[in-house]
């Protein structure tokens, strides 16, 4: 296993998340039975798919600043995903999405549980309890995982403080994505701030710092440069993310085509259309967006108002525009050669990517 | 303030709770003024009630091993009350409970604040959404309240497989519950094995194992002594839980009449309920039991025959057993005298009471 790119990397990140989920999936059977589905459902939901995009960011922080791979640092570095599965599974709850990954999300699954086992009560109503449960219990394992990696007490002590930071941020920033949407504001400013909350800091400049932290040593400065990387790229990555959910693929995103117009989803992408329609697209737009049935020919109308606005094009000028300022931002003698070639990969990895 | 009291001990938690509490309302408003809400409405739950059981368990475990305390130490137990708060918020969206201690609970609230600012989509899935992120940082916040205590850095590390273990064992208990609330079982066994993972662990054993890590010293025996002691006692403390969700005093539980006749919830004392009925009863119990709409009436004709079935009787028995053996356990040297003197007021504190 050749640890030295993203590849190998990702595969170590998979292997320590195997282990430490067959460990604890073990000891959840050993209180009761009835936890096997508990075990099980985290266990597709990590262990399925997933590009670990937030465990691969922190072990490329930790190399940049010149910690060395070891399998407890993997595991250590590794623990991040969990945090993201709690922060998914949730999501889908926050959102009533119905599927993932092109599967049921958690809370359909608990949902078709009961009733095949003809259980008492409501099912969606035990649906949704799981879902709340299984998302704690990942936000929980997260933090054990990172604990128990055994790498050196100091390392593990001076990411606590990235690491609870981050995850405050992470739950601050959903909820001002869930207030946006409520207000239903066209605002470009609010959209902005909701996506350099949501994922420019959570997604990748949080991950930088943590992996940093857990390295023997690392310098502000060296924090101060992947700031200057992780926040432009972050909000590329999340814009990226809303135009996949506006014309992505089916086949490859695992959600219907346009789920995000379906949802009446306030993003960049849409402020930049509502500042731009004119006012025969503005009725057209408002009679579709945000519609439960929305059908493709709906989806089709969206789209072409939102390409013939020039909005695509502009998102696409500004994700060009960010991600160029994260590669200014690797100029820095200050980060590790290696770990700089890994992060210019990782800028196509995370805003050329189609799902 | 003398902190060898329980009332003095409180106050020293409930000092600490708040100090956090303010600066991390602080930061989260310094995000944004949206955020405002979700700060004020975790702050009134944290700070305005509580009877910090489980922070006090916490302190005695550290004392009863020689811990000296100190507002740092304080700082680390009191961690434990967000846990709790955690617990309570993703339980009532669990369980769709309108109210917690006489007044709206987090969902309602924040249901209320949407449709109070007429905002964009589904009130009630808006205060769904949003009790999930409240219940998440409140977890997140318990972790950095602990991580940040500022006490020595060793005894803050060798704390976290206990602080770890014990919220696995609270979500694992806490979907056992929902489990068995939806098998709708009459099984006293599962219903004794329910309450022994989702309070006899989680109320006051793994309190007091936690306050006893993060003393400098402890030893196993130690750690047992507080297994005899929690274990039965906590058990006694669901106990008493139960026998207050249908008898207890509205005016003083802030949840209505008979709340758990009315929710069905299947506890050891409905399970003995159900062992000893004759058939008349048993019609008259399947009648009432569960009705979303129970009223008064009804309420009382399921108390009577929790009464005159001799059930109430056999719990509170098995209430004085449990009780008695914790009691027994304290027989120890092991245990500094002060603590065994804090640990025998607690079994009042835990299984006297009416709320």
Redesign the interface.
């Known amino acids: 296993m050749d640890l030295n790119d993203i590849r190998g990397l990702t595969d170590a990140i998979n292997g320590e998340l195997r282990l430490f989920f067959e460990r ?1 999936s073990a ?2 059977s050993d ?2 039975s ?2 096997e589905p ?1 075990a099980d459902s985290i266990g597709h939901f990590l262990l399925d798919s997933g590009k670990r995009l937030r465990p691969l960011f922190a072990a490329i922080g930790y190399l940049g600043v010149g910690g060395g791979i070891t399998p407890q640092a993997i595991k250590a570095l590794s623990s991040l995903e969990l945090v993201h599965v ?1 922060a998914l599974m ?1 999501d889908d ?4 999405s119905d599927t993932r990954r092109g599967a049921p999300s958690i809370h359909k699954q608990f949902e078709e549980l ?1 009733r095949t086992n003809n ?3 409501s099912s969606a ?2 649906g ?3 879902a ?2 299984l ?3 990942a ?3 997260s ?2 995982m990172l ?2 990696s055994g790498l050196a ?2 390392q ?2 001076q990411s ?2 990235i690491y ?1 930071e981050m ?3 992470l ?2 920033g ?3 994505d ?2 946006e ?4 504001s066209e605002s470009l400013e609010r959209s902005l ?1 909701v996506a350099r ?1 949501k994922s420019g800091k959570y997604s990748i400049e949080r991950p930088l710092h943590f992996g940093a932290t857990l390295a023997p040593k690392y310098s502000q400065e060296q924090l101060n440069v992947y700031s200057r990387y992780g926040l432009p790229l972050g909000e590329a990555f999340q814009l990226r993310d809303d135009v996949i959910g506006v014309f992505g693929d089916p086949a490859i995103t695992g959600k219907p085509a346009g789920d995000d117009l379906r949802e ?1 989803k306030r993003t960049v992408l849409i402020a930049i259309t509502s500042s731009e329609v004119n006012s025969s697209q503005r009725n057209e737009f408002a009679k579709y967006f945000g519609q439960n049935d929305l059908d493709l020919r709906g989806v089709e109308k969206l789209r072409q108002i939102i390409v013939d606005t020039g909005a695509l094009k502009r998102v696409e000028t500004l994700i060009e525009e960010m991600t160029s300022n994260a590669r200014n931002a690797l100029n820095n003698d200050g980060i590790a050669p290696q770990a700089k070639t890994l992060l210019e990969e990782m800028i196509t990895a995370a805003t050329k990517r189609s799902s």
């Open positions: 604890e000891y959840l209180i009761g009835e936890l508990v709690c949730h709850v926050m959102d009533a009961h259980l008492h009560g109503q035990f949704v309890a799981s709340i449960l998302g704690d219990l936000l929980i394992w933090a054990k604990h128990e007490s100091d593990i002590l606590l403080p609870d995850r405050v941020e739950m601050a959903q909820y001002l869930v207030y949407q409520a207000l239903a701030k909350y009446g």
